[in-house]
């Protein structure tokens, strides 16, 4: 017997789905919205899809004060920037825990390499990368890579123990998966404008 998978109710749309689609916004003590993502907060909680367009009417409608029973503070930009926040944290936290197992390439010559070997399962570039971008892109190209953008150089040699880096190659498949998960999101958040109405 297949066990269901538990759905959520988006308390912006009032549409359904799968825990994993949605984001779980909690009340924090002095009222505010808590984004908690990933779900870690006891309490209650009410489920929104990641987008800008559910959080907007969530906050806009009362949806969330109504959902905890009590008034909430908050507006759907700082909530969409605390989420945007978090997830590239957790972007840097997957990247940080590939160092730690050995599952990605760092830098130019290592990502050249794990593409070449066909070790490579996915290359990402710091938002600033310069340098060798093109001649990289490329190779990624012709090996059928997904390519992806991270945080600044800064922030993603800081993730990997580094004063800066601007160029990854994953090459664990899962990992891939995750952080093109992660990614995925956080691209949607930032295409989506908040509706201007109620």
Not at 101 to 126: H, M, Q, W, Y
Request: with cysteine; glycine share 12%; aromatic share 2%.
């Amino acid at each position: 017997m297949r066990q269901k998978t538990p759905e959520r109710t988006c308390v912006g749309c009032r549409g359904e789905g799968v825990r994993a689609e949605l984001v779980r916004l909690a009340r924090g003590p002095d009222g505010a919205v808590v984004v908690d993502y990933p779900p870690r907060l006891g309490g209650r909680g009410a489920w929104v899809h990641a987008s800008a367009v559910c959080i907007g009417k969530a906050v806009r409608k009362g949806a969330l004060s109504r959902s905890f029973g009590e008034e909430t503070r908050g507006d759907a930009a700082t909530v969409l920037n605390a989420l945007r926040s978090r997830i590239e944290d957790r972007v840097l936290g997957i990247i940080s825990s590939g160092r730690g197992a050995r599952r990605l390439a760092a830098g130019t010559e290592a990502v050249r390499e794990a593409i070449a070997s066909g070790e490579a399962r996915l290359v990402g570039f710091a938002l600033d990368a310069r340098g060798d971008r093109a001649s990289i892109d490329l190779a990624a190209v012709r090996a059928s890579l997904p390519r992806v953008d991270l945080p600044v150089k800064e922030r993603l040699g800081r993730a990997l123990g580094r004063p800066e880096v601007g160029v990854v190659a994953v090459t664990d498949a899962r990992l891939a998966a995750a952080l093109a998960r992660e990614l995925s999101i956080l691209s949607t958040l930032s295409a989506d404008p908040i509706e201007a109405n109620p």
